[in-house]
């Protein structure tokens, strides 16, 4: 697929020196917002968002002029988000002391913290649900519910086929069925 | 906020349940988040172009800027420890301070290890032992010649000497107050050979051999012990010709 035009000009003055910085800002304008709302799904908390955000842009930053145009940018970027996403909960993960499913209750915990979190609704059960997911599932799962991202741009992001990724997500979904069924 | 047409039937071929969940962004962000976040990460950036793309290890922002007022700050805390600790014990002898009141003479560190590395030794004068027990019995004989000399010169002070014979006495007199006022009595005796002294003794009818034995024997510690004599009749010669006085 052929990056769209205003990419690849974004692309094209980032390898300018004069106009890099400029470039760049473009970018973040452009994919910031989509980037961000992936990673808080990930991670829940607004400062761990923010802080998994920097650091995806930090490493953006120092690998865009090695860039190949032969794949999509904002997939280029989710890649990166994602993969700093699991980095994070992994970290998090090594950090507690506590058991997996202490950890999964954790990140529910978080959301159960959310001043506007109330139980009763479905949209807040579908994402306790998705808290329980395994990481990698519940990536695949934000990708294509709330991203609609196609199976094919997904398998470019998590380096999956897209046979696998269809399976995954619907697992994943019979899960959250069954989350929201039996609570 | 809707689900696209695609996602939604693929949705419903799962899962009819979560397809009828109301697709809502159930988080919230600050209105303003996303205009702020450009500014901070250009610094973050700026930051690490500068600091971190040629160093794998990281370092705080602003680190470096502050470090050195780190450093000096570090060591005055350590300077001003043993203040601390002595204002524990007394306010007043800590507000006194641990200025030097005591100076030294000017360039006295600088002179200091010439002083004490270089410094030329008094010269030493080795005597031989035949030297030392002949220095007893000259001072013993020149000592009682002096004091002859001074006797004879006052009994017979009524006498008339012949002048050549006063004057050599006078001068002999006069040079030996000298060498005792000047304490160079060691000095003079250096001067005199062991023919001089012998042939001086001689002259003076004095028993040289007897004389030599005697100033030996003041070394108590160098005699045979008594055993030697009962065991061995021939100890006091070998004594005296290990001693060269045979």
Partial sequence: ???????????????????????????????????????????VEHEDANDVLQNMFVKAWKGLANFREDSQLYTWLYRIATNESLTFLEQQKKRSTVSMSDEESGLSNKIKADT????????????????????????????????????AEMSTVLETSEGALKASYHHAVKKIEEYILNS | MKLSEDILNELKTISKVVSDVPYLNVFTVNADYFSGINDELKARITADALYGSQNNFAVPTGYFETLSFNILQRIKEEENEVFTETKEHSALIASIGNKNIYTAPKHYFEELSFTTEEKPLAKVIKMSSARGVFKYAVAAVVTGLIGIGIINIQDRSDEKLPDEVSIQTAATISSANDILKTGTFDKELETVSDNDIVQYLQQGGQDVNAALVAASTDDVTTLPEAAEYLLDENALDNYLKEKNLN
């Fill in chain 1, 1 to 43: 697929m052929a990056l769209p035009q205003d990419d690849i000009e974004l692309l094209s003055q980032f390898k300018n020196e004069a106009t890099k910085e400029r470039a760049f800002t473009a970018i973040l304008k452009k994919y910031q917002e989509k980037l961000y709302w992936h990673i808080r799904r990930m991670v």
């Fill in chain 1, 116 to 151: 506007n979190f109330d139980g009763n609704k479905l949209e807040w059960k579908l994402q306790l649900a998705v808290q329980k997911l395994p990481e990698k599932q519940k990536a695949v799962f934000n990708l294509r519910y709330f991203d609609e991202m196609p199976y």
